[in-house]
C-alpha cells in the first residue's frame, strides 16, 4: 500500500516497532540491490528506512582500497593499526543506526557482509537488549553469471577500483571473495527472525516472521530480481475527446500519428542503448503495458502491425488498474468553474493536492493505492518494458522508482512527446529523457523555438484534474528532464561516497 495518511505519536506504523535488518553474504551477492530495493518500498509505504552501508562508510571515511592497510581484508591475524580501523568503521556504522532509530526511523538495513556467526550474533544482542527487533537477511548465490554481473557492473566502478584495468579490477575483487569464503558462516541459527534468499529471488526460506510488517516485507523480497532490463515510459496518443474521463474515445488522427513516432523512437534508442551494453536487441522480448482505455491500448498497435523483420519481440498487455484518476464531479470542469461551483473542495485541493479526493473522486493517495499491484508487477519483470500510460498513473510510478515523496507526486510534469528511459541499478535508478514529437500535446514557444515540456498546445482546461502539473501555475515542478537529473544525481552521490 501507499504511504498512509494518518501519522502517529512515536512515528512508527503498523504496530512492528524499530526493525533492524541485518544483511549476510559474500561479496557480488546481491546484497546491496536487495537493500536499496527494499528501502525504497518501505518508504513508499511511509515506513520511515535508511540503509547504513559498511562500505559506503569505510569509503568515505578511510578511502578506497588502495589506502588501506595490506591486511585489511585477509583472514587471520590483523595488524593493531587495522584491527583500530575496523573497528572504527564497525563502531561508526552502529552509531549511524542508532542515530536514525532515535530520531525517529523505523527500519534500519545494514548493509554488510555480517559473514561471522559470533560478530553478527554479538550485534543483534546488542539491539535486542534496546528493544530493536532484529531480522537476518542471507543473500545466498551459486549462480556464476550473476556474480560476474554484478562484480563488472557493481563493484569494480566503486572508488576502490577507480583508475584500474577492468579485467585485473574483477580478478582482484574474486580474490576478495575466495578470502572471505574461507570464514564465512552461514546462518543456521534459529534464535533471531531470518530471511534467507538463493540467487535473488530464486527461492526463498523465512523462520519466525511475525506481524503486518515483517510479512510485506518478505512479500516484497519474493518478487525481486536483479536482472538488466530496461523501462520506458512515454504517454498516450492525443484523443478525439481529451477533456471527458467517462467518454472513452479513440485516438485522434494526430494520436495515431503519434502512436507511429512513438514506435519508431523507442526501438531506435533500445536498440542503441542495448547495443552499447552489449546485447542484442533481437533477442530480447519488449513487453507494453497500458490501460483498457482506448487511447492508450491504441497507442500500442504499431509495435504490433509493423511488418518490419528488424522489430523486436512484442507483447502488450492491457492492465484496468492503469486506468487514469477518477476527476468525480470535476469531470469535465474548466478550473475556473472548479473555483467556482465548489469553493471549498478547491482551497482544499490546492492545499493538497495529493490527498485530496473531489466528490466521487480518486485522490493520489487512492490512485498509489489502486497501482500497488502494478508495482509488484514492475519488480517482477524481467523483460524489456514500455508504459503507455496516462499522466496521473505515470506520475506514481516515477515517484515509486525514483524514491520522490508523496506529496510531490502531482507535481510531476510529463510531456507528450517525451520518452523517459529508465534503468535500475543496485544504488537506485539511472535515466535519460528524450524528446520525439512536437505535435498536438505540446506548445512550442515561439519567441525562442524552444520546446516547453508539459504544456498542452490549444490547452484543454477540461483536463485540469488529471493534469494538475501541467495546468497549475506558480508550483514548484517537475520536468521528466528534472526527474533524470534527479535520480541520476542520487545514484552519483552514493556510488561516490
Known amino acids: 500500500m501507499a504511504?498512509?495518511?494518518?501519522?502517529?505519536?512515536?512515528?512508527?506504523?503498523?504496530?512492528?516497532?524499530?526493525?533492524?535488518?541485518?544483511?549476510?553474504?559474500?561479496?557480488?551477492?546481491?546484497?546491496?540491490?536487495?537493500?536499496?530495493?527494499?528501502?525504497?518500498?518501505?518508504?513508499?509505504?511511509?515506513?520511515?528506512?535508511?540503509?547504513?552501508?559498511?562500505?559506503?562508510?569505510?569509503?568515505?571515511?578511510?578511502?578506497?582500497?588502495?589506502?588501506?592497510?595490506?591486511?585489511?581484508?585477509?583472514?587471520?591475524?590483523?595488524?593493531?593499526?587495522?584491527l583500530a580501523l575496523r573497528k572504527k568503521v564497525s563502531d561508526g556504522c552502529e552509531n549511524m543506526i542508532w542515530e536514525f532509530f532515535e530520531g525517529g526511523g523505523q527500519v534500519v538495513i545494514y548493509d554488510a557482509n555480517n559473514g561471522l556467526r559470533k560478530?553478527?550474533?554479538?550485534?543483534?544482542?546488542?539491539?535486542?537488549?534496546?528493544?530493536?527487533?532484529?531480522?537476518?537477511?542471507e543473500s545466498i548465490c551459486d549462480n556464476k553469471e550473476i556474480i560476474e554481473t554484478n562484480i563488472r557492473n557493481v563493484k569494480i566502478s566503486s572508488p576502490d577500483y577507480r583508475g584500474w584495468d577492468q579485467d585485473k579490477a574483477v580478478e582482484d575483487y574474486y580474490g576478495r571473495i575466495r578470502l572471505r569464503e574461507q570464514a564465512y558462516e552461514t546462518i543456521e541459527e534459529t534464535e533471531w527472525p531470518y530471511i534467507r534468499?538463493?540467487?535473488?529471488?530464486?527461492?526463498?526460506?523465512?523462520?519466525?516472521?511475525?506481524?503486518?510488517?515483517?510479512?510485506?516485507?518478505?512479500?516484497?523480497?519474493?518478487?525481486?530480481?536483479?536482472?538488466?532490463?530496461m523501462i520506458y515510459f512515454a504517454r498516450s496518443g492525443q484523443s478525439l475527446i481529451e477533456h471527458s474521463y467517462k467518454a472513452d474515445s479513440d485516438l485522434s488522427p494526430a494520436g495515431w500519428e503519434y502512436s507511429e513516432r512513438?514506435?519508431?523512437?523507442?526501438?531506435?534508442?533500445?536498440?542503441?542503448?542495448?547495443?552499447?551494453?552489449?546485447?542484442?536487441?533481437?533477442?530480447?522480448?519488449?513487453?507494453?503495458?497500458?490501460?483498457?482505455?482506448r487511447r492508450a491500448h491504441h497507442t500500442a498497435w504499431p509495435f504490433l502491425t509493423s511488418a518490419r523483420e528488424s522489430s523486436p519481440r512484442v507483447k502488450v498487455i492491457e492492465k484496468p488498474q492503469m486506468c487514469e484518476i477518477n476527476p468525480g464531479v470535476w469531470d469535465g470542469l474548466t478550473p475556473d468553474q472548479a473555483r467556482k461551483?465548489?469553493?471549498?473542495?478547491?482551497?482544499?485541493?490546492?492545499?493538497?493536492?495529493?490527498?485530496?479526493?473531489?466528490?466521487?473522486?480518486?485522490?493520489?493517495?487512492?490512485?498509489?493505492?489502486?497501482l500497488e499491484p502494478i508495482l509488484i508487477e514492475l519488480e517482477r519483470e524481467k523483460e524489456d518494458l514500455l508504459i503507455i500510460g496516462h499522466s496521473s498513473v505515470i506520475r506514481c510510478l516515477l515517484a515509486y522508482l525514483i524514491?520522490?515523496?508523496?506529496?510531490?507526486i502531482p507535481a510531476i510534469e510529463v510531456a507528450r512527446g517525451d520518452l523517459l528511459e529508465v534503468v535500475p541499478t543496485s544504488y537506485g535508478v539511472h535515466s535519460q529523457a528524450f524528446h520525439f514529437w512536437d505535435g498536438p500535446g505540446r506548445r512550442v514557444d515561439t519567441a525562442d523555438g524552444e520546446v516547453e515540456l508539459g504544456h498542452l498546445s490549444n490547452r484543454d482546461e477540461n483536463n485540469f484534474y488529471e493534469n494538475y502539473a501541467e495546468d497549475t501555475k506558480g508550483k514548484k515542478k517537475f520536468t521528466t528532464s528534472d526527474l533524470a537529473a534527479h535520480c541520476n544525481g542520487v545514484e552519483q552521490r552514493v556510488t561516490e561516497s
Open 403 to 408: 524514491g520522490l515523496p508523496a506529496s510531490e
Open 3 to 82: 504511504a498512509p495518511l494518518y501519522t502517529t505519536a512515536s512515528g512508527l506504523l503498523f504496530h512492528a516497532g524499530k526493525i533492524l535488518i541485518l544483511t549476510v553474504g559474500l561479496p557480488a551477492r546481491g546484497k546491496t540491490h536487495i537493500s536499496r530495493a527494499l528501502e525504497r518500498y518501505l518508504r513508499w509505504m511511509g515506513v520511515k528506512t535508511h540503509v547504513v552501508s559498511l562500505g559506503d562508510y569505510r569509503r568515505k571515511t578511510l578511502g578506497g582500497a588502495q589506502k588501506l592497510p595490506p591486511d585489511y581484508f585477509s583472514i587471520g591475524e590483523k595488524s593493531p593499526e587495522t
Open 262 to 293: 512513438l514506435k519508431e523512437a523507442v526501438l531506435e534508442r533500445r536498440a542503441k542503448s542495448l547495443e552499447q551494453r552489449g546485447y542484442d536487441p533481437k533477442e530480447r522480448r519488449l513487453v507494453i503495458w497500458t490501460s483498457t482505455r
Open 119 to 137: 560478530n553478527r550474533q554479538a550485534l543483534a544482542e546488542k539491539f535486542d537488549k534496546l528493544g530493536i527487533h532484529v531480522i537476518m537477511l
Open 341 to 370: 461551483f465548489y469553493p471549498e473542495e478547491w482551497a482544499r485541493f490546492v492545499k493538497d493536492p495529493y490527498a485530496f479526493r473531489a466528490p466521487r473522486a480518486e485522490s493520489y493517495h487512492d490512485l498509489s493505492v489502486r
Open 197 to 229: 534468499i538463493f540467487n535473488v529471488g530464486e527461492k526463498i526460506m523465512v523462520n519466525k516472521i511475525r506481524g503486518y510488517l515483517q510479512s510485506r516485507i518478505v512479500f516484497f523480497l519474493m518478487n525481486i530480481h536483479n536482472r538488466f532490463r
